[in-house]
T-cell receptor
Framework: GENVEQHPSTLSVQEGDSAVIKCTYSDSASNYFPWYKQELGKGPQLIIDIRSNVGEKKDQRIAVTLNKTAKHFSLHITETQPEDSAVYFCAALWGNDMRFGAGTRLTVKP | DTGVSQNPRHKITKRGQNVTFRCDPISEHNRLYWYRQTLGQGPEFLTYFQNEAQLEKSRLLSDRFSAERPKGSFSTLEIQRTEQGDSAMYLC?????WGGGEKLFFGSGTQLSVL
C-alpha cells in the first residue's frame, strides 16, 4: 500500500519568511496529492492540491511542486503570517484511500 | 450549506461501553469517509461509502466497529465494547462523486476519550 513520509515534523519561521514542507510517497500509481491545514480543534482543511500530470501549482502565497520521477512533492508558503501557524498534512490518493503524512507543525513568529 | 457536521464534538466513556457518532455530509456529496486521527499523526482511513453502499473498509476497522449510511445521507459510526486504544479523534469527510477520491471536505471531528 501507499506510504507517505513528511518532514520536518516542526518548523518555526519569522513572519515574512518562506516555509517549505516536503513529502515523499511510495506508490507510483498515486496521482493526486493534496495539502491540508489543521487548526486546533478543527478538521483538516484542503488548501491546495496537484495532480500527477502537473509539475507545479500556485495559489497566491502557497505553491506545490511535484517530482513524479523522484516521488516527492513540496508545499511552499511565501511571506508567512502568524495566521499561517497550524499543522500541515500532505497526502497521496491510493484508490479510494487518502494516505496522510504525520504532519508538520508550523509556527510563524511575529 | 454549512459544511460537514459531526456530533457530538466530544465523548467521554468508560471502557466496555458502546458509543455512536453521527456525520452529516455536505448535502450534494455522494462520497462519505470515516478517518481516525491520534495525537501527532495524520488521519488514517477507516471506511468509505458511495451513497448508501459501504465500498471499502480498512483493516484498522475491527469487528467492534460498524458504520452505516442507510439513506445515502447522514452516516453513523458505532464502536462496541470500547477500549482505551480507541481514544482518538474520529473525522468524517465527504466529497462529490465526480471527484473520484479527490476534493475531500472534513468535519471538525468527534474527540473520543475512553477511561
Amino acid at each position: 500500500g501507499e506510504n507517505v513520509e513528511q518532514h520536518p515534523s516542526t518548523l518555526s519561521v519569522q513572519e515574512g519568511d518562506s516555509a517549505v514542507i516536503k513529502c515523499t510517497y511510495s506508490d507510483s500509481a498515486s496521482n493526486y496529492f493534496p495539502w491540508y491545514k489543521q487548526e486546533l480543534g478543527k478538521g483538516p482543511q484542503l488548501i491546495i492540491d496537484i495532480r500527477s500530470n502537473v509539475g507545479e501549482k500556485k495559489d497566491q502565497r502557497i505553491a506545490v511542486t511535484l517530482n513524479k520521477t523522484a516521488k516527492h512533492f513540496s508545499l511552499h508558503i511565501t511571506e508567512t503570517q502568524p495566521e499561517d501557524s497550524a499543522v500541515y498534512f500532505c497526502a497521496a490518493l491510493w484508490g479510494n484511500d487518502m494516505r496522510f503524512g504525520a504532519g508538520t507543525r508550523l509556527t510563524v513568529k511575529p | 450549506d454549512t459544511g460537514v457536521s459531526q456530533n457530538p464534538r466530544h465523548k467521554i466513556t468508560k471502557r466496555g461501553q458502546n458509543v455512536t457518532f453521527r456525520c452529516d455530509p455536505i448535502s450534494e456529496h455522494n462520497r462519505l469517509y470515516w478517518y481516525r486521527q491520534t495525537l501527532g499523526q495524520g488521519p488514517e482511513f477507516l471506511t468509505y461509502f458511495q451513497n448508501e453502499a459501504q465500498l471499502e473498509k480498512s483493516r484498522l476497522l475491527s469487528d467492534r466497529f460498524s458504520a452505516e449510511r442507510p439513506k445515502g445521507s447522514f452516516s453513523t459510526l458505532e464502536i462496541q465494547r470500547t477500549e482505551q486504544g480507541d481514544s482518538a479523534m474520529y473525522l468524517c469527510a465527504s466529497g462529490p462523486l465526480w471527484g473520484g477520491g479527490e476534493k475531500l471536505f472534513f468535519g471538525s471531528g468527534t474527540q473520543l476519550s475512553v477511561l
